[in-house]
């Protein structure tokens, strides 16, 4: 059985540009949360879509946005980049909700603003 | 929302030593409580969990139980190996919270030969 997969693995953009990211969750699995994980911050929770429907949203600014198609796949989205955004973003998936089974996590996308 | 303190690190042990990482949350509600471990340049892996409480969650040789009444959830480990040296966090999921895991910081282990 697949993992959670997300493209790329490394980008490179410059401050002001804008970035997309995907994620393909495991088959089967509906409900996709985001993260950033940084070396201050820690990780923390961005967004979770279900069934292509936004359900929880953490406080992070208006750039930060998702989406969710009909085959559960989900993109994150980051428009003006800053400096701060340098992060690795986690993608993560579960069945249904993560309150039995957690949630499975991709090995991320590591992004640098330049 | 949910919060979560856990110790600081890093934890430096000798291989075969036994592995305690505290970790204790606050939370409305009921939530479920995560274990998860990062390995170097990867993601996160679901170690173990425990959804209500007293619930004891399990899994390679790690165990943690979940504390309602002191609203804990350590980690533990009789004898660790060099390749459990990684970073460990803890999770509590839902309750008033809702949809989310919220992590602590996370526990650096390093286990020497």
């Known amino acids: 059985k697949a993992g959670v997969t997300q493209t790329p693995r490394y980008l490179i953009k410059t401050r002001g540009q804008q970035v997309t990211l995907s994620c393909s969750p495991i088959s089967g699995h509906r409900s996709v949360s985001w993260y950033q994980q940084t070396p201050g911050q820690g990780l923390q929770f961005l967004f979770e879509?279900?069934?292509?429907?936004?359900?929880n949203k953490g406080n992070f600014p208006g750039r930060f946005s998702g989406r969710q198609f009909s085959n559960s796949r989900s993109e994150m989205n980051v428009s003006t980049l800053e400096l701060g955004d340098s992060a690795l973003y986690l993608c993560a998936s579960s069945p249904n909700t993560g309150r039995d089974y957690g949630y499975t996590f991709g090995s991320g996308t590591r992004l640098t603003v330049v | 929302g949910n919060s979560v303190t856990q110790m600081e690190g890093p934890v430096t042990l000798s291989e075969e030593a036994f592995l305690t990482i505290n970790c204790t949350y606050t939370a409305t509600g009921y939530p479920s409580l995560f274990w998860y471990v990062q390995y170097p340049g990867e993601g996160l892996q679901l170690l173990l969990k425990?959804?209500?409480?007293?619930d004891k969650g399990s899994n390679k040789g790690f165990e943690a139980t979940y504390r309602k009444e002191t609203t804990s959830f350590h980690l533990e480990k009789g004898s660790v190996q060099v390749s459990d040296s990684a970073v460990y966090f803890c999770a509590p999921y839902g309750g008033a919270a809702g949809n989310k895991l919220t992590f602590g910081g996370g526990t650096r282990v390093l286990v020497k030969p």
């Open positions: 425990a959804t209500k409480a007293d």
């Open positions: 879509y279900f069934s292509e429907t936004q359900r």
